[in-house]
């Protein structure tokens, strides 16, 4: 089922049957959520003429990515980039894609989506793993560090494989935040009474997703580089993207 291989000069494991390939995450704890520090520095990228728009909405919904709080996070095994259209028909030979022109382009499933994660052997990651990932070490706004994120971060199409190896964070996942991706979670505002390991939130309202900057692609100039930021989160409302975890 699984291949041991080196991807971009790092450890990897490959599902053999769909290809897509795995990168092991290792476990530990994290401070997660929006953090003070993450808030000023957001202030000062605006203080220093970097904001284009307004960020008083993500000044208003902070307190949906907080209070911060320590996770534990065990280890676990997560897809390097999220499933690609081809990918996708590994387990859903059907399936078309609006939003994509290539089998190397990532997936953007609608109604697709409860199909998929039937049919698939891996689960969503929880929020808690989803952040961990994203940060890899790191308490920045972004895995880069606290600079504004921009169009250069965006990764949309895996078929260049130096271009993909450029976008990957410590843990050797690429373009983290660039895609919309659904968790396991319920989408819950704010982290009061989360617990504190990396166990998903159950409960009846839409799924959780984390990322999505290159959905709004090409840039607006509405500063959708928030969107890659570690710490944001939002309800599912349309299309997401799948990075399946799995455990060893």
């Known amino acids: 089922m699984w291949a041991e291989e080196m991807v971009a000069g790092r450890p ?4 053999v049957a769909s290809g897509v390939v795995f990168r092991e995450v290792p476990g530990g704890t994290f401070r997660m959520g929006l953090s003070e520090a ?4 957001v202030r000062a990228i605006e203080r220093a003429g970097g904001v284009e728009d307004t960020i008083e909405s993500f000044l ?16 676990f095994l997560i897809a390097r980039h999220p499933l690609t259209v081809a990918q996708v028909r590994h387990w859903l030979p059907d399936y078309e894609d609006d939003y994509a022109d290539a089998d190397s382009t990532v997936a953007r499933l609608e109604d697709d989506l409860d199909d998929l994660l039937e ?4 689960r969503l990651p929880s929020e808690a793993e989803w952040e961990y990932a994203a940060r890899a070490g790191t308490t920045t706004l972004t895995f880069r560090g606290d ?3 921009g169009e250069v971060d965006l990764l949309d199409d895996f078929a260049d494989e130096q271009r993909t190896a450029a976008t990957e964070n410590a843990f050797g996942l690429a373009a983290i935040g660039s895609a919309s991706e659904v968790c396991a979670d319920a989408w819950i505002p704010g982290f009061a009474g989360a617990p504190a390991d990396a166990r998903p ?6 799924r959780t997703v984390r990322g999505g900057a290159a959905d709004l692609y090409p840039w607006q ?5 928030l969107l890659l930021l570690s710490a944001v989160r939002y309800e599912h409302t349309q299309f997401t ?3 399946p975890v799995a455990n060893r």
């Open 38 to 41: 993450e808030l000023e520095a």
């Open 147 to 149: 600079g504004k994120p």
């Open 12 to 15: 990897a494991w490959r599902h």
């Open 201 to 206: 939130r159950p409960g009846d309202s839409p």
């Open 241 to 243: 993207a799948v990075r």
């Open 221 to 225: 100039g509405c500063d959708e580089w």
């Open 119 to 122: 049919a698939l052997p891996f």
């Open 60 to 75: 208003a919904g902070a307190g949906d990515a907080q209070p911060v709080r320590e996770v534990r996070v065990e280890p």
